[in-house]
């Protein structure tokens, strides 16, 4: 990760990234002349969101900090960003008011037993937290059972919790768990990416980019890339080793447990009628019979003392 003051490479990289992939057609600016920049010129897009030059080549090296919202909004505009890249540009501009040199540990937020209550109730799908950095905090029986490679994986972390970034970046397994493994890794950079946005400083954070940098050449493809994206849900394929293919639909659902910390309950379902369906519900018994506490043993009464 960037080692700049603050966030201002995350700022300077994104912003210059986002540039590069508008044409000048696209943008409706003459195209005469040859050039020498892939995409659009610093100028060009300063004339789009109505700021001198001066100002947006400062903005692009990072000074965000004092930048109003309605001028954030206007290269948010001049740059074509979605929803999520504006998301994550309004909050690396939020976080550069608090710029830090030093990283920070974040306190990890305890999932309470109503949560995991909830998770439990929920027999025939798959369901799990999952935390900002990807780390599986808490889940049902069924997604240890789906998600067995994952938990029996040696990238889990020293109180046992998978990281799903971790999985699938480091471990070769993952290749063969995830049928689609390269757009699961283009969509988890994406995350970390939302997640840097939200919390740069965060200690853990940076050393999980860090390493998946080193050892990764695939993720540092993914995270050259600077997408963004703040929920994942659709459609999974997987290819589990007890019940073979499975076409799964998950849903990424919010789930505030702090004020800062982001969690999502991600449901792992399958549509009915299907052998997916059938391949989960055989999943789901193996899962029951193994979380069952065990029944103690009804001894027969012994006779008393005549």
């Known amino acids: 990760m960037d080692q700049q003051p603050g966030n201002r490479g995350d700022i300077r990289d994104f912003l210059a990234s986002r ?3 508008i044409t000048p057609a696209q943008a409706g600016l003459p195209t005469s002349g040859r050039r020498r920049v892939a995409g659009l010129r610093r100028e060009e897009v300063a004339v789009l969101a109505g700021v001198s030059t001066e100002w947006y080549t400062r ?5 965000i900090g004092g930048v109003s919202e309605n001028v954030l909004d206007a290269v948010a505009r001049a740059l074509r960003l979605d929803d999520d890249e504006r998301t994550y540009l309004f909050g690396l501009a939020r976080s550069s008011r608090h710029a830090s040199r030093t990283p920070s540990r974040r306190r990890d937020v305890e999932v309470p037993p109503r949560v995991q209550w909830l998770l439990d109730s929920m027999t025939t799908s ?4 999952r935390n900002g950095r990807t780390d599986i905090v808490a889940g049902n029986p069924l997604a240890r059972a789906l998600l067995g490679p994952m938990f029996d994986s040696a990238t889990i972390d020293e109180r046992g919790r998978p990281n799903i970034a971790r999985y699938i970046f480091l471990d070769h397994g993952a290749r063969d768990f995830f049928v689609d493994w390269d757009a699961a890794g283009v969509a988890t950079a994406a995350l970390l990416r939302a997640e840097v946005g939200r919390e740069p400083r965060d200690r853990e954070l940076r050393g999980l980019v860090e ?4 050892f990764s050449p695939e993720f540092r493809g993914h995270w050259a890339a600077h997408d963004v994206l703040m929920r994942h849900d659709g459609v999974k394929r997987l290819q589990h080793p007890s019940v073979g293919h499975l076409e799964l639909t998950f849903q990424s659902l919010d789930l ?3 004020d800062r910390a982001v969690h999502d309950l991600i449901v792992y ?5 299907t052998a997916s369906e059938d391949r989960l519900e055989l999943l789901a018994i193996w899962a029951a019979t193994q979380s069952r506490p065990a029944q103690p043993t009804r001894r027969s009464p012994q006779p008393g003392p005549l």
């Open 19 to 21: 540039r590069a992939r």
């Open 59 to 63: 903005l692009e090296k990072g000074h």
């Open 126 to 129: 798959s369901a799990f937290v």
């Open 211 to 214: 390493e998946l940098s080193t």
């Open 256 to 258: 505030p447990l702090s």
């Open 269 to 273: 379902t399958a549509e009915p009628g």
